[in-house]
């Protein structure tokens, strides 16, 4: 039997939505680029503000900044980038076709043959995956800079900045989001892995010697994030680095995995860096990154636990995760069960037909829920495939304006999960609206 969910339904629905279309599309497109469209941007939005809420608000101690993309050349030199950030490349010597060598399969790994057409491939060669360009007329040495393909090292040069200017204390987190590009070698999967995608990063500065506590806080922290914004708990699971993973410097490393229509793969990594970001960026830099601890008058370099998801990639994780088929009325029906707190439209409002003053009232209606929720008005072609439009673009609730309407000042809220309708009292309306967000859960 085929699964519910198929990456083609899936490109598919976000491209018939509005979600998510072929970057350049009418010159052909370009590969593995993507462009969000009115759907995909809100979800996107709501992601990164859910995301942010939890991350910086709801902790007195982790701030935000928002970095430059290009950055001082000498901050990929001391991060490692230039010298190792790069993936093994082997080509095929029939097709030309290109791989990424530790994700080939096993089997190909083993034989050197091709996947695609059986012929031998290359020995491997390191490839840096930074993109290169120069700021300034003049293409030299001295003009270079990388597009950042990480958000992360904005954040530990700005370190002193920080702590000189706020009142955070250690432990304390520095938190951004932000583009970030690499000239992956295979990209694939739709938005799963791109050239050019979003990150949000976490970096928490902590004491050396607390360093197990944080990393575990972290690690539950990360994961309940995930049921949060509705992911389900059987789509997750934690990836423990073994030895021959973990980067040199790195002291533990957990990544969170889904499950994928294409299988089990990274979301985000939680990572004790131990010190050698600033460390690093002490030496090259040649500016005392240390912190002086005012209780115990001690001096040292903070450790960081970093957690770094990708925006981008969270995007896939909601849409597969929402992604249902149903029966309504003896059809079948297309269903994205997006949480109500990241879906991009809360509330449909319909009036049952145009006439009547239904519309004015439904109008009416619909611009006194706008201050409080995304919300959507369509009055146009039958109720039920009104309804089933939204259920498609994950529209959790529907509000219906009829002729009982007019009389007792009431109107159908129904669900998009269950279908089920109630009627509830049009100034009742916002209020019952947030409470089926705060308590929602997927049937
Ligand atoms: P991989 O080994 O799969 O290339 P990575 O382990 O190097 O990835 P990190 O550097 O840990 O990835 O990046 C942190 C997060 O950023 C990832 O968990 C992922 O969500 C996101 N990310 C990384 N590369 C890409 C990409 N090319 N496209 C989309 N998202 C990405």
Not at 64 to 92: K, Q, T, Y
Request: glycine residues 6%.
């Amino acid at each position: 039997m085929e699964p519910v969910v198929t990456m083609d339904k899936l490109v598919s629905l976000c491209k018939r939505r509005g979600y998510i279309y072929q970057s350049s599309e009418i010159y052909g497109g370009l590969s593995s680029a993507w462009d969000y469209g009115p759907l995909g941007v809100e979800l996107k939005n709501r992601i990164a503000q859910f995301w942010w809420k939890e991350m910086t608000q709801l902790h007195d101690n982790i701030v935000g900044i928002d970095a430059a993309i290009m950055m001082h050349p000498r901050v990929w030199e001391a991060s490692g980038h230039v010298a190792n950030f790069s993936d093994p490349l082997v080509e095929c010597k029939g097709c030309k076709m290109r791989f990424r060598e530790d994700q080939l399969p096993e089997e190909n790994r083993i034989s050197k043959k091709c996947p695609n057409c059986g012929k031998d491939l290359t020995e491997p060669r390191k490839f840096n995956l930074m993109f290169k360009t120069h700021i300034g007329p003049l293409e030299d040495a001295a003009s270079i800079v990388y597009l950042r393909p990480e958000t992360a090292q904005g954040i530990y040069v700005n370190f002193k900045n920080v702590t000189n200017t706020t009142r955070v204390k250690i432990p304390f987190g520095i938190a951004q989001i932000g583009k970030a590009f690499r000239n992956e070698i295979t990209t694939k999967n739709f938005i799963f892995r791109t050239c050019e995608f979003e990150q949000m990063e976490m970096q928490y500065f902590i004491r050396p010697n607390e360093d197990a506590k944080w990393f575990d806080y972290w690690k539950n922290e990360r994961i309940k994030y995930y049921e949060k914004i509705g992911v389900r708990a059987a789509k997750l699971q934690f990836h423990e680095h073994g030895k021959d993973e973990l980067a040199f410097y790195a002291r533990r490393a957990v990544d969170v995995y889904y499950e994928f229509p294409f299988g089990w793969n990274e979301i985000e990594g939680i990572h004790n860096r131990t010190d050698y970001d600033l460390q690093q960026h002490t030496e090259y830099s040649g500016k005392d990154l240390t912190w002086l601890d005012e209780e115990t008058k001690e001096r040292f370099l903070p450790f960081i636990i970093e957690t770094s998801a990708g925006l981008t990639r969270q995007v896939l994780v909601a849409l597969c995760d929402a992604y249902d088929e149903d029966e309504a009325q003896g059809e079948k029906r297309v269903v994205l069960r997006l949480h109500p707190s990241i879906a991009p439209v809360t509330v449909g409002v319909f009036p049952l037909v145009k006439k009547d003053g239904l519309a004015e009232l439904a109008r009416t209606i619909e611009l006194g829920l706008r201050e409080d929720y995304p919300t959507f008005y369509d009055e146009s072609g039958a109720i039920g495939r009104r309804y089933r439009r939204q259920d498609e673009a994950g529209t959790p609730y529907g509000i219906t304006i009829d002729y009982q309407t007019k009389e007792d000042d009431t109107v159908t809220l129904r669900f998009r999960d269950s279908m089920e309708q109630v009627r509830v009292k049009v100034g009742e309306l916002s209020a019952r609206i947030r409470s089926e967000i705060k308590n929602y859960k997927r049937s």
